[in-house]
């Protein structure tokens, strides 16, 4: 058991921020997708004519967005401890700003979430077999009862991971030449990430390619 140390005023604030940013960016996807998916179906004049009116919106979303990410990145720069440990975790290839932002909050600055085997299961990133008695009913997967928010983020800083040079491509590539399939190791990639912040955290050093992968 540990003593339940409440969020400070800064996290508090963040966390606001963030769930604005999020909200944003939903509304900007809701009016943005429907535009480009709809050009098969209408004629180009009427497309150009919902395109324009639809302009000043968009920009002014995109405005927004990006008033809130200058606001995060004040109140980052302004508190020396979320200073630091963002350096940290944004120095892990694939990991930006915004997973980065989700972990602090989702963990009250890894301070109720210190295992990084606790973050897989509450990011859905830890597989888990389903059993019945002692048999097991179906192929391991990941809890429905997930953050959904960070696992999304994971996705992409994986995503990005294996698009770029480097031993996390190597890895999906060779996984994936050995016939396992891609989301599995992906997954796999999502789970690497977890286990590299929590370890550049722990050793109060940037994230180092060359550092022990047993400690990354």
């Given at each position: ?9 800064v ?55 990006k ?12 508190d020396?401890h ?5 350096g ?79 031993e996390?491509?190597?890895?999906y590539?060779?996984?994936v ?6 989301m ?8 690497k ?24």
């Amino acid at each position: 058991m540990r003593l339940w140390q409440p969020p400070r005023p800064v996290i508090q604030q963040l966390a606001f921020l963030s769930a604005a940013r999020q909200r944003l960016i939903q509304v900007y996807n809701q009016l943005a997708n429907p535009l480009t998916e709809q050009q098969s179906f209408i004629n180009s004049t009427l497309q150009k004519q919902i395109l324009k009116n639809c302009k000043a919106s968009l920009v002014a979303l995109e405005k927004d967005r990006k008033a809130i990410d200058k606001a995060i990145d004040k109140l980052i720069e302004e508190d020396s401890h979320l200073k630091e440990l963002f350096g940290l975790i944004i120095s892990v290839p694939g990991i930006g700003i915004a997973t980065a932002t989700e972990v602090v909050i989702a963990t009250n600055e890894l301070k109720t979430i210190t295992d990084p085997k606790q973050m897989a299961c509450h990011a859905g990133v830890a597989p888990f077999e389903y059993r019945s008695g002692t048999s097991v009913r179906s192929r391991p997967g990941v809890s429905q009862h997930a953050r959904k928010r960070l696992k999304s983020l994971f996705h992409l800083g994986a995503i990005s991971a294996i698009r770029v040079k480097g031993e996390l491509r190597d890895y999906y590539q060779r996984k994936v030449g050995e016939g396992k399939s891609k989301m599995s190791v992906i997954n796999a990639v999502r789970n690497k990430l977890i286990h590299r912040v929590y370890a550049v955290v722990r050793r109060g050093e940037k994230y180092d390619k060359f550092y022990p992968l047993s400690l990354a």
